[in-house]
C-alpha cells in the first residue's frame, strides 16, 4: 500500500487511496469490489510495511472500513512474513494444529505479544463490522488529504463511521471545521477499538501512523 510506503504528495503516498475512490463513479456498485492487503501471489503485507506494527494494524482497519468487500489473508494477524520470491515464501503452513509444530498461534498462549495485539485488534473490528450497517453497506465520502492526513466518512441513516488515517510519523493535529457536512449533529464520538468516548466540537489529534476508527455519538 502506497500509503504506507512512500511520502506524501500530491500524486503519492496516501493521495493514491483518495484518487482511487474517486474513480468510483466507473463502477456499478463500488460496495461490491473485494479489496486486500495481500494474497498468495503477493508479498506479505507485515513484510511491505517493513514488519511495522502500527502500519499493519493501520492497514487492517483500513480493509475493514473501507467501501467494498474485504478480503483477509491468513496468517496476516499472526504476523506472518517474506516476500513472493518465490510466491512459495508467501504460501507456508499456519503454524499451529498439526503434530510436531513448534507453536500453535490458533491459541493466545502460542502468540507473542505482538502477535496477540495485532489479533485482537482485527478482531474488534471484525465483530464491531458484522453489526454495522454503515460498515457493510453503507456510502462513503471522503475528503482531499492534507499534511498525510485523510478523512473518509461511512455511512447510512442509522449509522456514521468516522475513519482518520495519518500516515506521518508524528502526531498531527486539525480543525474538525473542515468535516461539517458529515459532522453536523454530532457531539461526540466513541473510539472502536478502546471504546474511549471523545469531543469533536474542535480539534482532535491524531498519533503517528494510526487509523482512528470511531463511532459518532449525538
Same mark, same amino acid.
Given at each position: 500500500?502506497?500509503?504506507?510506503?512512500?511520502? &506524501? %504528495?500530491?500524486?503519492? +503516498?496516501?493521495?493514491?487511496?483518495?484518487?482511487?475512490?474517486?474513480?468510483?463513479?466507473?463502477? #456499478?456498485?463500488?460496495?461490491?469490489?473485494?479489496?486486500?492487503? /495481500?494474497?498468495? /501471489?503477493?508479498?506479505?503485507?507485515?513484510?511491505?510495511?517493513?514488519?511495522?506494527?502500527?502500519?499493519?494494524?493501520?492497514?487492517?482497519?483500513?480493509?475493514?472500513?473501507?467501501? +467494498?468487500?474485504?478480503?483477509?489473508?491468513?496468517?496476516?494477524? @499472526? $504476523? $506472518?512474513?517474506?516476500?513472493?520470491?518465490?510466491?512459495?515464501?508467501?504460501?507456508?503452513?499456519?503454524? %499451529?494444529?498439526? #503434530? %510436531? /509444530?513448534?507453536?500453535?498461534?490458533?491459541? #493466545?498462549? +502460542?502468540?507473542?505479544?505482538?502477535?496477540?495485539? @495485532? &489479533? /485482537?485488534?482485527? =478482531?474488534?473490528?471484525?465483530?464491531?463490522?458484522?453489526?454495522?450497517?454503515?460498515?457493510?453497506? %453503507?456510502?462513503?465520502?471522503?475528503?482531499?488529504?492534507? !499534511?498525510?492526513?485523510? $478523512?473518509?466518512?461511512?455511512?447510512?441513516?442509522?449509522?456514521?463511521?468516522?475513519?482518520?488515517?495519518?500516515?506521518?510519523?508524528?502526531? #498531527?493535529?486539525?480543525?474538525?471545521?473542515?468535516?461539517?457536512? =458529515?459532522?453536523? +449533529? &454530532?457531539?461526540?464520538? =466513541?473510539?472502536?477499538?478502546?471504546?474511549?468516548?471523545?469531543?469533536?466540537? !474542535?480539534?482532535?489529534?491524531?498519533?503517528?501512523?494510526?487509523?482512528?476508527?470511531?463511532? $459518532?455519538?449525538?
Amino acid at each position: 500500500m502506497p500509503s504506507l510506503t512512500e511520502p &506524501f %504528495g500530491w500524486t503519492n +503516498g496516501v493521495n493514491k487511496l483518495y484518487s482511487t475512490a474517486a474513480k468510483d463513479f466507473l463502477y #456499478k456498485d463500488p460496495n461490491r469490489n473485494v479489496i486486500f492487503l /495481500d494474497n498468495h /501471489d503477493l508479498s506479505r503485507f507485515y513484510s511491505i510495511v517493513g514488519e511495522s506494527i502500527p502500519k499493519l494494524k493501520m492497514g487492517l482497519s483500513w480493509l475493514l472500513t473501507y467501501r +467494498g468487500i474485504p478480503q483477509l489473508y491468513y496468517g496476516t494477524e @499472526v $504476523l $506472518l512474513k517474506n516476500f513472493a520470491d518465490p510466491d512459495g515464501k508467501v504460501r507456508q503452513d499456519f503454524p %499451529g494444529g498439526w #503434530k %510436531g /509444530d513448534s507453536s500453535n498461534k490458533f491459541m #493466545k498462549t +502460542g502468540r507473542t505479544a505482538a502477535e496477540n495485539e @495485532v &489479533f /485482537d485488534h482485527l =478482531r474488534t473490528l471484525a465483530k464491531f463490522r458484522k453489526t454495522s450497517s454503515a460498515l457493510r453497506e %453503507g456510502k462513503m465520502m471522503q475528503y482531499v488529504p492534507e !499534511d498525510g492526513v485523510y $478523512l473518509y466518512f461511512r455511512y447510512d441513516d442509522k449509522q456514521t463511521i468516522m475513519c482518520i488515517m495519518n500516515t506521518n510519523d508524528t502526531a #498531527k493535529t486539525f480543525a474538525t471545521s473542515r468535516f461539517e457536512e =458529515r459532522l453536523k +449533529g &454530532f457531539n461526540s464520538a =466513541r473510539d472502536i477499538i478502546n471504546q474511549q468516548i471523545f469531543s469533536i466540537s !474542535d480539534n482532535i489529534t491524531i498519533p503517528a501512523y494510526t487509523l482512528l476508527t470511531a463511532e $459518532l455519538v449525538r
